[in-house]
């Protein structure tokens, strides 16, 4: 079942901080996250694992609720090139990764 | 290889014919992933591989839709007799450990036009 992510849109001036949802109706193993700028390949910013442990980019920052089955990406002193569609993508135990329908960030100067 | 390497970049097909899109995973990538990407940007997610053993298939359309990956040989997703809906980019991914805990690197797609 897809995750659903919140807000669909989110405007920035550089330097400002958001804070983008994704949860799911499912039990999670992992909840991934990944930008994807127009026109290119996803790129991989963050995983987070059942159990606590995480791995990803120095400068995003992300939590995982395991019981409510929610994860909620930081990002912090936004710079213009974290404009992008973020998404977020749940496994669980059918091993398939679900994405969801992203959120359009765009960060103004 | 050190990138998820897809081609061809753009491929125009007329409606009726066949698509065949390749992938070459990173060396000793033993998954693989083939997602449809549409123009309102949802993942749809088509099948994975674990080396050359299909692991998931629940996502393929089976009556136009195939995908194999051989040894020594990209990956390729076939498309038989291409609708006007099949229009869409293709990513492939491959990571080196079980999909769900680990992660994945996707290539730059494939846009195929079917008109």
Known sequence: QQPVQSPQAVILREGEDAVINCSSSKALYSVHWYRQKHGEAPVFLMILLKGGEQKGHEKISASFNEKKQQSSL?????????????FCGTGGSNYKLTFGKGTLLTVNP | GEEVAQTPKHL????GQKAKLYCA???????VFWYQQV?????????????ENVFDETG?????FSAKC???SPCSLEIQATKLED?????????????WNTEAFFGQGTRLTVV
């Open chain 2, 60 to 64: 393929m359309p089976k009556e136009r």
């Open chain 2, 70 to 72: 051989l040894p020594n």
């Open chain 2, 25 to 31: 995973p990173i060396k000793g990538h033993s998954y």
């Open chain 2, 87 to 99: 229009s869409a980019v293709y990513f492939c991914a491959s990571s080196q450990r079980v999909w």
């Open chain 2, 39 to 51: 123009l309102k940007n949802e993942f749809k997610f088509l099948i994975s591989f674990q080396n």
């Open chain 2, 12 to 15: 125009v097909r007329g409606e």
């Open chain 1, 74 to 86: 930081y990002l912090t002193a936004s710079q213009l090139s974290y404009s992008g569609t973020y």
